[in-house]
Antibody, heavy 125, light 108 residues
Framework: QVQLVQSGAEVKKPGTSVKVSCKTS????????MHWVRQAPGQGLEWMGW????????HYAQNFQGRVTMTRDTSISTAYMELSSLTSDDTAVYYC??????????????????WGQGSLVAVSS | SYVLTQPPSVSVAPGKTARIICGGN??????VNWYQQKPGQAPVLVIC???ERPSWSPERFSGSNSGNTATLTITRVEAGDEAGYYC???????????FGGGTQLTVL
């Protein structure tokens, strides 16, 4: 069965960086884009971007441009999300989510069938 | 950027029908997906392609999408349906995945 297992909770100081991992199993890692979504305490879902595990190409949400880097290691079927210059506003649960992406009538459709369990990142001085 | 608007909360009695709306400019031209999220858990896809149910989604869940409004309908609501619900689309103008702000469903 498809599984996405994320790294554990982290506490970071403002101005530092955090790297969250998402280890996958149960499917061909390079066949599906991996997305990252975060959720601040008591707030909604915020999309951060995706990485194509096949070639490493990434596309980031405008809100995170310049601060986020998504990478992967195909040898261990694992995706990573690194966020730099952390502030207290980055305190959130970070999820990886396997994206199902297809073109219908010339339009792209994306949804998320499988999610990791979430990784809490707390930023505090 | 594209905005999806959801009511913050909806309340319904057990056994009744809940309707959760998601508003967006000409959202009927997009494919809408819905997620259920219970406290402390990751979101779960319950509707994709406007109205299709994944194999794990109960038949009580259905979706529709037309004009400026998409709707998630839950019939014969149960206590276990109490959760947050989020709509989601792909916005080709900004090349972004967009989520609605979420609706908390309370079962009275």
């Amino acid at each position: 069965q498809v599984q996405l297992v994320q790294s554990g909770a982290e506490v970071k100081k403002p101005g530092t960086s955090v790297k969250v991992s998402c280890k996958t199993s149960g499917y061909t890692f390079t066949a599906y884009y991996m997305h990252w979504v975060r959720q601040a305490p008591g707030q909604g879902l915020e999309w951060m971007g995706w990485i194509n595990p096949s070639d490493g190409g990434a596309h980031y949400a405008q809100n995170f441009q310049g601060r986020v880097t998504m990478t992967r290691d195909t040898s261990i079927s694992t995706a990573y999300m690194e966020l730099s210059s952390l502030t207290s506003d980055d305190t959130a649960v970070y999820y990886c989510a396997r994206g199902y992406m297809t073109m219908v009538r010339g339009g792209l459709i994306i949804f998320f069938e499988y999610w990791g369990q979430g990784s809490l990142v707390a930023v505090s001085s | 950027s594209y905005v999806l608007t959801q009511p913050p909360s909806v309340s319904v009695a057990p056994g009744k029908t809940a309707r959760i709306i998601c508003g967006g400019n000409n959202i009927g031209s997009k494919s809408v997906n819905w997620y259920q999220q219970k406290p402390g858990q990751a979101p779960v896809l319950v509707i994709c392609y406007d109205s299709e149910r994944p194999s794990w989604s109960p038949e009580r869940f259905s979706g529709s999408n037309s004009g400026n409004t998409a709707t998630l309908t839950i019939t014969r609501v149960e206590a276990g349906d109490e959760a947050g619900y989020y709509c989601q689309v792909w916005d080709s103008s900004s090349d972004h995945v967009v989520f609605g702000g979420g609706t908390q469903l309370t079962v009275l």
